[in-house]
DNA sequence: AGCGTTGCAGCAAGCGCTTTCTATATACGG
DNA sequence: CCGTATATAGAAAGCGCTTGCTGCAACGCT
């Protein structure tokens, strides 16, 4: 068998609550009883039973960290920096979390199957990132699952996604937006008056508050939007490649190409050198996140950097308690518009 | 208080003992009871006790997956694919299993500790990736503790990953060094004589393999290398940036370099194009793992792809028993040169 | 009719830990 | 010196679930 407290206990020659009192650090034990446990532990190779300890604790330290796509550096790295502050191993003091990352796939089902079983393993803290899906009953659920794990103890903060009312939830979320805005408003500034939107999957917030920035900028400036210049798709560059192609199709008057996110307008330049057209010469091309390989396309992108890592070990920060949630329990981050080499003023018509 | 077993049990008019059975599914029970039961759990909206459940069937549906770098799609399609497998939600029948990620940062107490949390947890299976880090000490405690987990009755797999005699775990490893060697002799092929090369971090297996091949085409083609032609860095952009000025520095008529990976790569372009140097004009530029931005750089990279979520998903599989394991517990991948532009023919000397 | 099967359900004993409460020993003030 | 704080250790009662075993009908066989 394992070795069990009582072995560790009778090795010791104390009793199996003075070992729990040792390893937990949280009761008075005499210097020289403690050196006794430890030295025994250490001999036994002893390792705490985790789910007896959270059952009979009533708490667990398992941290679980929700994201949609885990090969996406985007989720990547926001669950990287958050996973730094939860401390996991190697974090400092403070017992020891087991922050695991969930990757849903985006899955609806997915998502709220592993908020349960967060729930079952009655977590400590529970991150969301990315954006939510627009679908009422989905929310409703996932909003009630939230609450729930409220209720339990659990803190649910959600980074990069729009706030959960009445749920209880902190929210940090990204001005995708205000971001969206600026990056078209760049743009229209150049010269352009004729662009076309990849947008991303249809019932997503991201997707959604991108695409309202990019038509407020629009209109703020009175340019009319044709229906022709918006194509939806994944958040990959796939996608990006055949809605530019489908875009070049619908109108080869375009002169700039906004993209829902860096990897789709990375598929979206290759879509226009494969169709001969010079970047930005014959059309510019825009991104968003502004992830790592961004600056290293050729041209670099212009995009708007999203402080992922910022925001996530913040969110961090806050699901473990050391640091205080926002006024309000929401806070919003801005990105940074970063114009680089893709974008510049269109060909003369 | 939150609900429990019994709860449901006297709703439905039964034994706890029959409400477990029912749950999970592993012993007869009428139809009729089931139903009652069933509908007892969805009216009390009933969520099992994860850590009661865990100790008291001495197993957990926890499934760990260590990763160097979450923030790096090389782990992160791993990662993924393995998951998909392991079925965390929305996966196939079977009982529910929480696959979670584990970030490591590539710190070896950080990955002991890891394995310490799960074993903890009484995790069913676990799934390493990635190179391993080649200090004897640290190779020792992690042997022993692979061993003890599997003594545990948790499942190990390598994916990735040199093997691990003697420990029982199953290994899936990358031929680095044919892939190397491969490459290498590729631009060999091509005429290059040459040739620079931005190694990994020192003591990972990754680094060795890769470098390991490369000598050994070197040598097959009675090429005597420079010590000069070599540097060691990190895996990413930057450190591919600042080795390949370093390389220029040391020997300016280098006609390709060879970097440990695609990141490094795309650094080496990036800093070749800003020393005014054309690729492969000028220089051949060759990465590794053909990661999906890879083909987007410009012009595209010629690396090796290593089938990343097919190696994933076979590890997934071994770890949920869903397949056997390869004979000796040990199969090669092997990876496949990918020839793209950014590779030709060396310049005239 | 008698009796071994079979099919379902319940009993109850833990799983290995935490924690409240109690006990003992030492220290302290008067 | 004694009564009472003050440390420190132990006893024991669970935490909520699983599961081996027992119980008891209904069933089929000779």
Known sequence: MTVTLADVAARAQVSPAT???????????????R???????????????????????????????????????????MASAIQAEIGGPGGRAGGERLAVVCNTGGSPERELTYLTLLQRQRA??????????????????????????GE???????????????????????DNRGGGQELTEHLIGLGHRRLGYIAGPEERTTTRHRLEGHRAALAAHGIEEDPRWTVHGRYDRRSGYEATLELLRRDPSLTAVVAANDSVALGACAALRDSGLR????????????????????????????PLAEAGARAGRIAMGREEAPPGGIASVRGELMVRGSSGVPRAS
Chains 1, 2 share one sequence.
């Open 279 to 306: 970047i930005p010469e014959d059309v510019s091309v825009a991104g968003f996140d502004d992830l790592p390989f961004s600056i290293d396309a050729v041209p670099s992108l212009t995009t708007v950097r999203l």
């Open 35 to 77: 050196e006794r446990v430890l030295k025994a532990v250490d001999e036994l190779d002893y390792v705490l039973n985790g789910p007896a300890s959270a059952l009979a604790a009533a708490t667990s330290d398992l941290v679980g960290i929700l994201v949609n796509d885990i090969a996406d550096p985007f989720f990547g790295i």
């Open 124 to 149: 400590a803290a529970v991150v969301l990132t990315g954006g939510a899906i627009e679908d009422a009953a989905h929310q409703a659920a996932m909003d009630a699952k939230v609450r729930k794990l």
């Open 19 to 33: 070992v729990s009192r040792v390893l937990n650090g949280n009761y008075p034990v005499a210097a020289s009883t």
């Open 152 to 174: 339990a103890g659990t803190r649910v903060v959600l980074c990069g996604r729009p706030p959960a009312p009445d749920t209880g939830a902190i929210a940090l979320t990204f």
